[in-house]
């Protein structure tokens, strides 16, 4: 078996969440956003469109109207939870890119939990299904957890491949099986109780009571991170799980929770989609939800507050894009593009600013030492 | 039985395994120099757009070719920049690729073609097929060995030439020893740096061409997200393979069949389930390998940690 | 070129690197057919002044003259070695997966038709410079899995096949049993007065710089301070101007050892990581106020039987107790909660968290105690920031702060957090592995009057250690180690120097 393999394989174990968010670390990332919209400027003007209409147009979009605002806060949330659910497992030193399988997963309990509820009072149907969406995704989070785990099997493959799994899986399901009898609805389960849905806060927009939820999660997660005995334990593990077990810290146990949390959150998002905006679980739910969060997790160093600010700016750019595209005609893709500079630019970060500090510090010794001359031989 | 387990599943396999081949090939090829590219996915995706591309502007398959190569030699070249000379993350700048694939090939179709979801054209000129005499000639496999795209045949000559290259010329030599000791590479006097470029255009240039076969020897079109994943088989195959040609080929190949096969029994099996089904596999297929090694060296089992 | 001429001078050498200048206006001559050491303490600058001469960095200012020549302003290996010059590294430069040929060949394969890998004629290559340099070996084994000794020589037929006539060697019996040493000088003194060699030895061992070099180079932070013929020094002289000052190494032990056991391994076996056995019956008890010394070149199973003990690692026979208890099953978490503690020899990799802070690093293993942690759920951090305030203060840790990553601290640094922590669990059991591995004396000072500390108060303590000095210095008994088994057990003061490394290699 190739070594080199072998090295690479560790390397990707190895990846290990950076500490802090520096000021440079922001500073760069100013940079690197300012650079992105320069280059998604370029893309404008080379298709023919005018950058300065079309970024308008993006804000605007985004935060102009009250509908337009209700989206972005949906959107944010969204990305928030994503982001937090792959900051969580990462920080125990595992990496769910699954998430959106997972969310899947929970999307398809809670509204087949919400369907055969009804008649229940509508805070027991909200409970169960929150408990089913969390199982859901948990226990599918579960399942590659603790193969890297107990078998050391690489996570990141096997998350991907358990996504298309499930993403296959919850089509079946709702084409097939539990496909509803409803007219008009051409792959979807049942509708859940209507009473016990999420009620949107700002109208004709994708904000609901929703929000409140998730609120209450990132607060939890945020916690648990930063502030909590079990998060040290976390941090631990996660920069060092050889050292944490040998320092006593139940490493394997905590790496799975972090998993199978994050699973679980990634199942809420399932749900919230459903209760609040379909209402019944449909194969659209998501499209790659969890990877935006995922890639603001990344940027953001998977630090909770970083992932939390992140996330709205994200979420502008996202919604904006759509509304651009609507209003000044431009493909809305042209912000994936954008948002991929700031990645690869932010990812490169690290090591453009130490050729910077390597080249200026060299500078800075050749002038001092041409100015005090040679010194004399010892 | 019979219906399914015909001659025609051998080709279909071979059809369906190429572009996992080739990109397998590719990664296994960065993974010698150690760079782990999770990003080859979306190479394959961009591949197979520009591919389509030039074969459409220039009424050539051979053109759909050479934008293909280009495009890949620039994404590997991207790729190494950003993970050796930047030390990024490895795992980042490989997501962050899929997902500008995904949006690139997206924003392009729908701002030169003007379409959505897929494109296709007359004018988009397909791989040639090929018949080879001499293959043609052996008995039951035959037919079936002949009369494919040329991709199939270019990547099973690839298979061939990586093991040779890695495993028979210095330069392979040099390969490799990048990945396991660089700085012993280093202290010999060959630029470790160099051989992890030279590794990283390649797998570009083999994760393009197997999105070539996608969109212009399987189909002759384009389609959003048409690498479906594919990329990450390929990875999952040199994990399998321990990144040796050869292997690799095999694990692609079994990937291939049951791909295939689920498409034969999409008449019997919801064709969601016999989608689900090679993912599903390969996964079991990855922890049955980390088992078989296990019980391996002295046949002792660990007492429970 | 005359007999004592220069064959390699270094001129106003100065090498900054980020934050550290790692060579400050060195100019040095290397005279040919001598053997010139250089010493210092790590981080003096002594590799870094060699790895300029081969290449492998580029000076900041100053210039290097090989052979008379100065060197190209994009000299790099492969110069180098054209230039004669040749390289054994500390750690060594192999490709483990390869073989012993196709490492010696590496940057320079033969080839067959001009482009295939000639590996018949690199393999009668290989034998027949074996046999020129009196340095057998096999060219068909896999290097990764030859012993260190054996891997050297590997390193130096590579450097000799290049045809260099200035050897560089780079801490080279860091790794060695005494008789691979032995036989290491004698290969170095016959290529110097057979082949016309000149080696350049780079070393903080001082007993061996008195033996085998002609004159000797002192560096301390950057500079060279003083050029001497070995001659006309010892070994006082030379660690006093390494270090600055006057290093004293007082007798520490106070009183004799416990009768009570408390720590007992029976028979223990265990496999390495590749499957092997690497621990094979071994028996030893430890008293309590006592120091047992396991002396042993480094991979002969010592790291593992650690590893055992602390529950790392699991047992294919025989126990380890206690107090009584038999404690072979139990995970890291329960043997730590039964009374042991453990500084492992490599820091990065299992005593700490790079990463983490160094007041993290402190407190793991105390992070759930009422005072760190109300009700098992809120980290208190003022408590733990005022913890590591404490504990680094009495254990003398510099850093830049106690919020920045632990990576960032020197390795002496590194090494007194790890006993900081261990230390501060009053365990009645402390299992020591190379505690002074790449520290400054002046930390090794400190470190060793800490463990003494903690024998004199009791503490029954099982000492891992490469480093005979520091063996015959602290302990009460000393336990030879050698593939696996004990060859031998004698109180300290009972064997000296020579007859140990007899022990340490096979002998019974």
Not at chain 1, 246 to 264: K, N, P, Q
Not at chain 3, 285 to 295: A, D, F, N
């Given at each position: 078996m190739s070594t080199g393999f072998l090295q690479s394989v560790r390397t990707l174990f190895a990846l290990k969440p950076k500490q802090k968010l520096t000021a440079q670390y922001l500073l760069s990332l100013f940079a690197a956003v300012a650079l992105a919209f320069l280059v998604g400027a370029g893309i404008m003007l080379l298709c023919g469109y005018d950058p300065i209409t079309c970024y308008a147009a993006l804000f605007k979009g985004a935060l102009g109207k009250p509908r337009a605002l209700g989206n972005t806060l949906a959107k944010t949330v969204t990305l928030c939870l994503t982001g937090l659910a792959m900051s969580l497992a990462a920080k125990a030193g595992i990496f769910n890119v699954g998430g959106e399988g997972q969310l899947y997963l929970g999307g398809l309990a809670a509204a087949v939990v919400g369907a055969r509820m009804n008649?229940?009072?509508?805070?027991?149907?909200?409970?169960?299904?929150?408990?089913?969406?969390?199982?859901?995704?948990?226990?599918?989070?579960?399942?590659?957890?603790?193969?890297?785990?107990k078998l050391?099997?690489?996570?990141?493959?096997?998350?991907?491949?358990?996504?298309?799994?499930?993403?296959?899986?919850?089509?079946?399901?709702?084409?097939?099986?539990?496909?509803?009898?409803?007219?008009?609805?051409?792959?979807?389960?049942?509708?859940?109780?209507?009473?016990?849905?999420?009620?949107?806060?700002?109208?004709?927009?994708?904000?609901?009571?929703?929000?409140?939820?998730?609120?209450?999660?990132?607060?939890?997660?945020?916690?648990?991170?930063?502030?909590?005995?079990?998060?040290?334990?976390?941090?631990?593990?996660?920069?060092?799980?050889?050292?944490?077990?040998?320092?006593?810290?139940?490493?394997?146990?905590?790496?799975?929770?972090?998993?199978?949390?994050?699973?679980?959150?990634?199942?809420?998002?399932?749900?919230?989609?459903?209760?609040?905006?379909?209402?019944?679980?449909?194969?659209?739910?998501?499209?790659?939800?969890?990877?935006?969060?995922?890639?603001?997790?990344?940027?953001?160093?998977?630090?909770?507050?970083?992932?939390?600010?992140?996330?709205?700016?994200?979420?502008?750019?996202?919604?904006?894009?759509?509304?651009?595209?609507?209003?000044?005609?431009?493909?809305?893709?042209?912000?994936?593009?954008?948002?991929?500079?700031?990645?690869?630019?932010?990812?490169?970060?690290?090591?453009?600013?130490?050729?910077?500090?390597?080249?200026?510090?060299?500078?800075?010794?050749?002038?001092?030492?041409?100015?005090?001359?040679?010194?004399?031989?010892? | 039985m019979s219906e399914i387990f015909n001659i025609?599943?051998?080709?279909?396999?071979?059809?369906?395994?190429?572009?996992?081949?080739?990109?397998?090939?590719?990664?296994?090829?960065?993974?010698?120099?150690?760079?782990?590219?999770?990003?080859?996915?979306?190479?394959?995706?961009?591949?197979?757009?520009?591919?389509?591309?030039?074969?459409?502007?220039?009424?050539?398959?051979?053109?759909?070719?050479?934008?293909?190569?280009?495009?890949?030699?620039?994404?590997?070249?991207?790729?190494?920049?950003?993970?050796?000379?930047?030390?990024?993350?490895?795992?980042?700048?490989?997501?962050?690729?899929?997902?500008?694939?995904?949006?690139?090939?997206?924003?392009?179709?729908?701002?030169?073609?003007?379409?959505?979801?897929?494109?296709?054209?007359?004018?988009?000129v397909p791989l040639p097929t090929l018949h080879i005499p001499w293959l043609e000639s052996i008995p039951v496999l035959g037919p079936i060995l002949s009369g494919n795209t040329l991709l199939v045949y270019v990547s099973w000559l690839l298979v061939f030439l990586c093991w040779v290259l890695l495993y028979k010329t210095p330069l392979g030599f040099h390969l490799r020893a990048s990945g396991q000791a660089p700085e012993a590479l280093r202290a010999s006097g060959v630029n470790p740096d160099r051989m992890k470029r030279i590794a990283s255009v390649l797998c570009g240039v083999l994760a393009a061409l197997s999105g070539a076969h996608l969109s212009l020897g399987y189909l002759t079109m384009f389609s959003e997200n048409m690498s479906a994943s594919r990329g990450y088989v390929a990875v999952a195959c040199v994990i399998f393979g321990g990144s040796n040609p050869p292997r690799v080929f095999l694990a692609a190949l079994l990937f291939g069949f049951i791909d295939a096969l689920g498409m034969r029994l999409q008449k019997y099996i919801p064709s969601d389930i016999t989608s689900m089904a090679p993912y599903v596999v390969t996964v079991v297929m990855m922890v049955a390998v980390v088992l078989l090694k296990r019980r391996k060296p002295s046949g002792i089992k660990p007492a429970a940690q | 070129m005359s007999e004592n001429a220069p064959i390699v001078r270094f001129e106003h050498i100065s090498m900054q690197f980020p934050g550290v200048l790692a060579n400050d206006n060195v100019t040095l001559e290397i005279r040919k057919g001598e053997v010139f050491a250089l010493v210092g303490e790590n981080g003096a600058g002594k590799s870094t002044l060699m790895n300029l001469l081969y290449g492998l960095q580029k000076p900041t200012l100053g210039r290097i003259e090989i052979k008379g020549k100065p060197t190209s302003p994009h000299h790099d290996p492969t110069r180098a070695m054209a230039m004669g010059v040749g390289m054994v590294h500390q750690h060594f430069k192999l490709v483990p997966g390869f073989t012993v040929a196709q490492n010696i060949a590496l940057g320079m394969e033969p080839k067959k038709h001009k482009l295939f890998y000639d590996q018949k004629r690199i393999n009668a290559e290989v034998t027949e410079l074996c046999e020129r340099f009196g340095l057998p070996l096999n060219p068909q084994d896999t290097v990764g899995e030859l012993s260190v000794g054996l891997q050297q020589r590997v390193e130096i037929l590579k450097a000799l096949h290049r045809g260099a006539d200035v050897l560089v060697l780079d801490e080279p019996t860091a790794v060695l049993t005494p008789q691979e040493t032995e036989e290491l000088f004698q290969v170095i003194r016959r290529i110097v007065a057979e082949k016309e060699m000149t080696v350049i030895l780079i070393t903080h061992k001082l007993g061996e710089v008195m033996r085998l070099s002609d004159r000797v180079g002192v560096m301390r932070r950057g500079k060279?301070?003083?050029?001497?013929?070995?001659?006309?020094?010892?070994?006082?002289?030379?660690?006093?101007?390494?270090?600055?000052?006057?290093?004293?190494?007082?007798?520490?032990?106070?009183?004799?050892?416990?009768?009570?056991?408390?720590?007992?391994?029976?028979?223990?076996?265990?496999?390495?990581?590749?499957?092997?056995?690497?621990?094979?019956?071994?028996?030893?008890?430890?008293?309590?106020?006592?120091?047992?010394?396991?002396?042993?070149?480094?991979?002969?199973?010592?790291?593992?039987?650690?590893?055992?003990?602390?529950?790392?690692?699991?047992?294919?026979?025989?126990?380890?107790?206690?107090?009584?208890?038999?404690?072979?099953?139990?995970?890291?978490?329960?043997?730590?909660?039964?009374?042991?503690?453990?500084?492992?020899?490599?820091?990065?990799?299992?005593?700490?968290?790079?990463?983490?802070?160094?007041?993290?690093?402190?407190?793991v293993g105390k992070q759930r105690l009422p005072e760190f942690s109300r009700f098992s759920l809120h980290y208190r951090k003022g408590n733990a920031r005022r913890y590591g305030e404490k504990l680094a203060?009495?254990?003398?840790?510099?850093?830049g702060g106690l919020e920045l990553p632990v990576g960032s601290l020197s390795g002496g640094n590194m090494q007194k957090t790890i006993l900081a922590r261990e230390f501060s669990f009053d365990s009645p059991v402390l299992v020591i592995s190379q505690p002074t591995r790449g520290v400054d004396i002046g930390a090794i000072e400190f470190i060793h009057e800490k463990i003494m500390e903690k024998r004199n108060a009791g503490c029954a303590i099982l000492l891992v250690s490469a480093d005979l000095d520091e063996l015959f210095r602290l302990s009460d008994q000393l336990v030879t180690i050698y593939e696996g088994q004990i060859t031998g057990r004698f109180p300290n003061g009972e064997i000296d120097r020579e007859e140990i490394g007899y022990y340490m290699t096979g002998g019974r």
């Open positions: 008649g229940s009072p509508a805070w027991l149907i909200v409970a169960c299904s929150l408990l089913a969406a969390m199982a859901a995704g948990g226990a599918y989070a579960w399942i590659p957890g603790a193969l890297k785990v050391k099997v690489n996570e990141v493959v096997t998350t991907i491949l358990l996504n298309s799994a499930a993403i296959y899986f919850c089509s079946y399901m709702a084409n097939g099986p539990l496909k509803t009898a409803e007219r008009g609805i051409e792959s979807g389960t049942d509708s859940i109780a209507s009473y016990a849905a999420f009620t949107p806060l700002i109208r004709l927009s994708n904000l609901t009571t929703g929000v409140f939820y998730a609120a209450v999660i990132t607060l939890l997660v945020w916690y648990l991170m930063t502030r909590s005995t079990v998060g040290f334990e976390m941090k631990i593990t996660g920069t060092n799980e050889r050292f944490a077990r040998y320092g006593g810290i139940r490493a394997d146990r905590l790496a799975l929770w972090g998993m199978t949390l994050s699973g679980m959150i990634c199942g809420v998002v399932g749900l919230l989609e459903v209760f609040g905006l379909h209402h019944r679980f449909m194969t659209t739910i998501s499209s790659e939800f969890y990877f935006d969060g995922m890639l603001v997790a990344m940027i953001m160093r998977y630090q909770p507050f970083g992932v939390i600010l992140m996330s709205f700016f994200f979420a502008i750019l996202n919604i904006g894009g759509s509304a651009m595209e609507l209003s000044a005609g431009i493909s809305s893709e042209v912000m994936l593009i954008v948002q991929s500079v700031i990645i690869f630019f932010m990812a490169a970060e690290g090591g453009i600013s130490e050729k910077l500090r390597a080249g200026a510090a060299a500078r800075r010794i050749r002038r001092d030492a041409r100015r005090a001359g040679k010194g004399a031989a010892v | 025609l599943l051998v080709q279909n396999t071979l059809r369906t395994a190429t572009p996992v081949v080739l990109c397998a090939l590719g990664c296994l090829m960065s993974d010698q120099v150690g760079i782990m590219n999770i990003g080859v996915d979306g190479m394959m995706l961009m591949g197979a757009f520009f591919a389509v591309l030039g074969s459409y502007l220039f009424g050539s398959w051979l053109a759909g070719i050479l934008f293909t190569m280009i495009l890949g030699m620039l994404l590997g070249y991207f790729y190494y920049v950003f993970s050796v000379k930047f030390k990024s993350d490895e795992f980042i700048i490989g997501v962050a690729l899929n997902i500008l694939a995904g949006g690139l090939t997206v924003f392009l179709l729908r701002t030169l073609f003007g379409v959505k979801g897929s494109f296709s054209s007359p004018r988009i | 060279l301070l003083d050029v001497l013929n070995t001659s006309e020094t010892d070994e006082r002289k030379l660690a006093a101007l390494m270090v600055g000052r006057e290093v004293l190494f007082s007798e520490l032990r106070e009183g004799a050892p416990g009768t009570r056991e408390v720590l007992s391994v029976d028979r223990l076996s265990a496999l390495d990581d590749r499957g092997l056995p690497a621990v094979k019956g071994i028996s030893l008890t430890v008293h309590e106020g006592e120091i047992v010394g396991v002396c042993g070149v480094e991979g002969n199973g010592q790291t593992e039987l650690t590893e055992c003990i602390m529950g790392m690692r699991p047992q294919t026979g025989g126990t380890v107790t206690l107090n009584g208890r038999n404690i072979s099953r139990l995970d890291p978490r329960q043997i730590r909660a039964m009374g042991v503690s453990w500084i492992p020899e490599d820091r990065l990799r299992t005593g700490l968290s790079a990463q983490a802070t160094v007041t993290e690093n402190l407190l203060s009495e254990f003398d840790i510099r850093s």
